[in-house]
């Protein structure tokens, strides 16, 4: 089945914690899964199914129950402290705004794991952590604190520091929560780069599935009874996402790649226009609770056309016939004639 | 491009080392001052002839050797054990407010302090109280420290989450202080100014041995202060990406909880309490050199805290009058506006997460 040897596989692992008493807290078991090298893989799940659980037991911050995770064939629990840190670094949900703290000297924190006790930087350490900062967008902000710049910024800045820490394997605990949609795009498309250029594996939780779809190699969706993996367009095909919200009434669009809320149509309505007009047009119409048809025998026609920014929309209800200058205007119209 | 290339992620930038050749300067003129203040008025340049070349007025130089030369001695370490011990404190709880005495070392040492001069005064006749052995208060209070130091180190084997450490060296501080109010309650009125005149600290009943043995325990402190800066620079992101760097944590904990206890606690048991050095002067610190890096901040730290306590003594001494205020009310009031601003620019400089 692999072409590859995977850089990371685990073997019936069951992730939770051990109680106070003793006990354990099982989160998920039976996880069997892999990355490979080069891989950028995004986790999807709902909240609670165990995300972050899973994430920080990969990234070796809390004991597996049992089964193995194998790092490059070797048993995660095999490798000294220090060592998983040289080969596995990570980026938590936790923002960081510690006071005068700059960017360089976080970053220069990833060197951890490769300096001596005094933490002090060589000429290639300080070109290393040169670079990092370079590869994540943020030249020129070296000397900035970290408490001063945007939480896109600072990401980036974490993302930079497990750059510095040199790992073959990056685990990021939702990268792209708190951040606006550039931030969230721009966000996936460093990793994305970082996993094609430098050969790195990056693993990553999100919410931001439509992103996840489009960018990730590889996607571990994690159902409540099991985790599916495969590139997102496997899933897609073979219908897998519509699994995970399906005790709610989101249903999985298949076109788009996103979820939508499903509408209840009131009625039927007839469209005729062409390109982004007629596109836009339908949006809207959906929206208002109008299901739309081909113009033919319909009883209310609407006929857009968009020239030079100006938008036209003819409405014929029955008899009446009347004229729009934006689909604004139209929908408010609709929405008193339906609503009767 | 180059240049700044060079200068990035250099240890001491040009800027810092002028800082801190400002400061030691300072330091320099306030120890000779804090010489020069007493109740017998000798000459500066006078003052400077002995300290070089140990001559002068017989009468001056006993003054200067046996009694001045060890409290300068003695504030200059208390600035800089405090100091210290406060800065490694508000790191490890990641809480600005956090100081030397957080983990209750104060407090123990109080209640051993206390259970000598109170609990023992039933005992023994109440003239005798102030007869009790210098010697005998510090071990005291060493003693009170180290007990609580041992349960803290207890706790932090078992609990993880460094709040609840926090929490529980709160608590523990709080229930001795209530023993120690007991013991109070029930003492002599003796025991008890002779307890409450301990409690206000000093930097003068240091002897020349004792000297030595703060020194040492200091030197010894700040030794494993220093072999900790890149574990102190790791635990400044908190403990997650603190495991994720391969450190452990734990043990990082028990090492910073050592060498705290070992300055705090020193200083506690030979000159009282000292309050508010060990939470203000890291702040000034970050403030002054305006980095995180403890590589730089313990030494800004360190030199920082020795300036500002000499300073207290200094103010402590009223100068022009023959009066001694107790040093802790001063550092208090030294250290208490800093608190104070700190808290009101809370945002800028003191916030940690």
Redesign the interface.
């Known amino acids: 089945m692999e072409y590859t040897e995977p850089v990371l596989l685990t073997r019936d692992l069951e992730i939770g914690f051990v109680l106070n008493n003793h006990k354990k807290k099982i989160v998920y078991s039976d996880i069997n899964i892999s990355a490979g090298k080069g891989e950028l893989v995004a986790l999807i799940g709902r909240n609670g199914v165990g995300k972050s659980t899973l994430l920080r037991t990969l990234?070796?911050?809390q004991k597996s129950l049992s089964g193995e995770i194998l790092i490059n064939s070797t048993d995660i629990n095999e490798l000294r402290?220090?060592?998983?840190?040289?080969v596995?670094?990570?980026v938590?949900t936790?923002?960081?705004?510690?006071?005068?703290?700059?960017v360089?000297?976080?970053v220069?924190?990833?060197r951890?794991?490769h300096?001596n006790?005094?933490?002090?930087?060589k000429q290639h350490?300080?070109k290393l952590?040169?670079e990092a900062i370079r590869l994540a967008g943020l030249e020129g902000f070296?000397q900035k604190p970290v408490?001063e710049i945007s939480d896109g910024e600072r990401q980036r800045a974490m993302i930079a520091r497990t750059l510095a820490?040199e790992t073959g394997i990056v685990i990021l605990d939702e990268p792209t929560a708190f951040l606006d949609l550039p931030g969230k795009y721009e966000i996936v498309r460093i990793l994305n780069d970082l996993a094609t250029n430098t050969g790195k594996t990056i693993i990553f939780s999100t919410h931001d599935l439509n992103i996840a779809i489009h960018r990730a190699d590889k996607i571990w969706l994690m159902l409540p009874d099991q985790i599916i993996s495969g590139a997102p367009e496997d899933l897609v095909l073979t219908d897998r996402f519509a699994d995970i919200f399906k005790d709610s009434e989101l249903q999985f669009d298949v076109h788009k790649g996103d979820f939508l809320l499903p509408v209840d149509f009131k009625g039927k309505i007839g469209l005729s226009g062409k390109g982004l007009a007629r596109l836009w047009t339908t949006k809207a119409l959906e929206r208002i609770g109008l299901q739309v048809a081909e113009a033919g025998k319909q009883e209310n026609i609407v006929a857009v056309n968009e020239k030079n920014g100006i938008i036209q929309i003819n409405l014929k209800t029955g008899d009446k016939k009347n004229e729009f200058s934006s689909i604004y205007q139209l929908s408010l119209y609709l929405k008193k004639i339906f609503s009767r | 491009m180059t240049e700044s290339?060079n200068i990035?992620?250099r240890?001491l930038s040009r800027k810092h080392l002028l800082i801190f050749g400002v400061l030691l300067i300072a330091l320099v003129l306030l120890f000779l001052l804090d010489l020069f203040l007493g109740s017998v008025r000798i000459p500066f340049s006078e003052i400077v002839r002995i300290l070089i070349s140990g001559e002068g007025k017989e009468e001056w130089v006993t003054i200067i050797y046996k009694f001045r030369f060890p409290k300068a001695i003695t504030a200059l370490l208390a600035g800089v054990a405090l100091s210290v011990s406060g800065l490694q404190m508000q790191t490890v709880f990641r809480n600005p407010l956090a100081g030397p005495y957080v983990l209750g070392i104060s407090a123990g040492a109080s209640l051993g302090v206390a259970i000598l001069m109170l609990g023992f005064s039933s005992l023994i006749s109440a003239s005798n109280i102030l007869n009790i052995g210098n010697w005998a208060i510090v071990s005291a209070a060493w003693i009170g420290s180290g007990i609580i130091l041992f349960l803290i180190l207890m706790v932090s084997m078992r609990v993880r989450d460094i709040m609840t450490i926090l929490i529980l060296g709160i608590m523990f501080g709080s229930a001795t202080t209530a023993v120690v109010s007991i013991l109070q309650y029930f003492s002599h009125e003796t025991a008890l100014k002779a307890f409450v005149v301990w409690t206000m600290g000093s930097l003068g009943h240091v002897s020349r041995e004792q000297l030595q043995v703060l020194s040492f325990s200091v030197i010894v402190g700040l030794g494993i202060s220093f072999?900790s800066?890149?574990l102190l620079?790791?635990l400044?992101?908190?403990e997650?990406?603190a495991?994720?760097?391969?450190?452990?944590v734990k043990a990082s904990r028990i090492l910073i909880f050592v060498s705290t206890s070992i300055l705090a606690g020193s200083i506690t048991a030979f000159c009282g309490p000292i309050g508010f050095i060990g939470i203000a002067v890291p702040h000034i610190a970050?403030m002054i050199f305006?980095?995180?890096?403890h590589?730089i901040l313990l030494s800004g730290t360190l030199v920082m805290g020795g300036i500002l306590l000499l300073f207290s003594d200094i103010i402590a001494h009223v100068p022009g009058y023959d009066t001694i205020l107790p040093i802790n009310s001063v550092t208090a009031l030294v250290g208490i506006p800093v608190v104070v601003w700190i808290i009101i620019r809370n945002r800028?400089?003191?916030?940690?997460?």
């Open positions: 990234a070796n911050l402290r220090i060592e998983a840190a040289r596995i670094s990570f938590s936790e923002p960081i705004r510690i006071a005068n703290l700059k360089f000297d976080l220069s924190l990833g951890f794991p300096t006790w005094a933490g002090r930087l350490d300080r952590v040169q070296e408490s820490q | 290339k990035q992620g240890l072999s800066v890149k620079n790791a400044l992101l908190g997650t990406y495991i994720s760097l391969g450190l452990n970050r305006n980095t995180a890096d590589r800028k400089y003191a916030a940690f997460s």
